[in-house]
């Protein structure tokens, strides 16, 4: 334990952090004076985050409220750092005026996301969860499904998450695009990847997978007119940001068939209401925001997070800087 972390407090709120690998925490409780964990099994609304902050010097941060009425009670808080990648949730003019460092961990849960991702494409594709509701209810239905191969995958984004998709779907005999504003011309070479303009791309996939992030521009980007430019019958998935879509105007594309299908991992509204029809919708596949939830993924989340906070307390450059 050194000088600096000696009388610091750290909080803990992400409800996965250290229970894949426990010396995280036992670590982490060596290191500092003391840590308090969220209990709440769930992320922190503003106001509970506004009661606990006071008088931490670090801060390993969920999906919790992080805006300006919170970190108006920060009194001693010196960095934020994000135990995943966006940073959407937090309010970075806020913390940029209070001197707040903020950092994140990209990469550390693109594999587990990509994964997810295929799940997904291939539950939509084969129709299985239909399938094992069926068999379990002792039915045994003759059901046609649809193949990968011919398809084309298209991936709107194309950052280390879409680039771990594209890796292991070049076994899928499938066509695979993509774009994404700065053209990473050679990646996609070498994954067989065909860069396109986001129009072409909208209505040549057969199965559209999400990868923005949320900014001003692409909340609500998925809409009404974005989604009677996609191939009639093609399946859109989201493992993204669910304020992406327009829920609406999605539920409307599914009543009238022009999607064959969708599959969702994240909701505009987290956890999503009982009687959001997405929900109980034949066609609609829903998870809830588990593409992150490995052991892979929260471990190395849980240590760039952690290496970055106690480096910025003890006035060093952390790593994966935002802020």
């Given amino acids: 334990m050194t000088e600096e972390l000696k009388s610091c407090k750290i909080l803990v709120t992400p409800t996965s952090y250290g229970k894949n690998d426990p ?18 099994g769930r992320p922190l609304k503003s106001e509970e985050l506004r009661e606990l902050i006071p008088g931490c010097d670090g801060y390993i941060a969920g999906l919790d409220a992080i805006d300006r009425n919170a970190l108006e009670a920060a009194d001693k808080l010196k960095v934020i750092a994000r135990y995943g990648v966006g940073v959407d949730n937090v309010d ?3 913390a940029k005026e209070k001197g707040i460092v903020v950092t994140n961990t990209p990469g550390a849960n693109s594999v587990s996301v990509a994964e997810l991702t295929i799940g997904l494409m291939l539950s939509l594709a084969r129709r299985i969860p239909e399938a094992v509701q069926q068999a379990k209810a002792g039915e045994w239905p003759r059901m046609t499904g649809i193949s990968f191969e011919g398809k084309v ?17 070049n076994g899928f005999a499938c066509t695979i695009i993509a774009y994404h504003p700065s053209y990473d011309v050679a990646t996609a070479q070498s994954l067989g990847v065909q860069l ?11 199965f559209l997978s999400l990868h923005l992030p949320l900014k001003p ?14 191939k009639p019958g093609a399946f859109l998935i989201n493992t993204s940001r669910g304020e992406l879509i327009d829920e609406e105007a999605l539920l ?3 009543q009238s068939g022009k999607l064959q299908g969708v599959a969702l991992d994240t909701f505009a509204q987290q956890p999503p209401s009982a009687d959001n029809p997405l ?4 066609r609609v596949i829903a998870t809830p925001h588990m593409g992150a939830h490995t052991d892979g993924a929260t471990n190395a989340m849980g240590w760039i997070a952690l290496k970055d906070c106690l480096s910025v307390i003890r006035g060093e450059q952390p790593v994966y800087r935002m802020v």
Avoid: C, Q, W
Avoid at 154 to 165: P, T, V
Avoid at 196 to 206: K, M, T, Y
Avoid at 217 to 230: N, Y
């Fill in 217 to 230: 521009e692409t909340r609500g980007k998925v809409d009404a007119e974005f989604l009677s430019r996609m």
């Fill in 23 to 40: 010396t995280l925490r036992t670590k982490l409780e060596a290191e500092v004076g003391g840590v308090i964990y969220n209990t709440t």
């Fill in 252 to 254: 409307e594309a599914l």
């Fill in 196 to 206: 396109r303009p986001e129009n072409e791309l909208i209505a040549e996939a057969d």
């Fill in 279 to 282: 929900l109980v919708h034949p």
């Fill in 92 to 94: 970075m003019e806020a």
């Fill in 153 to 169: 995958v298209g991936l709107l984004g194309f950052g280390s998450i879409a680039k771990e998709i594209a890796r292991r779907l």
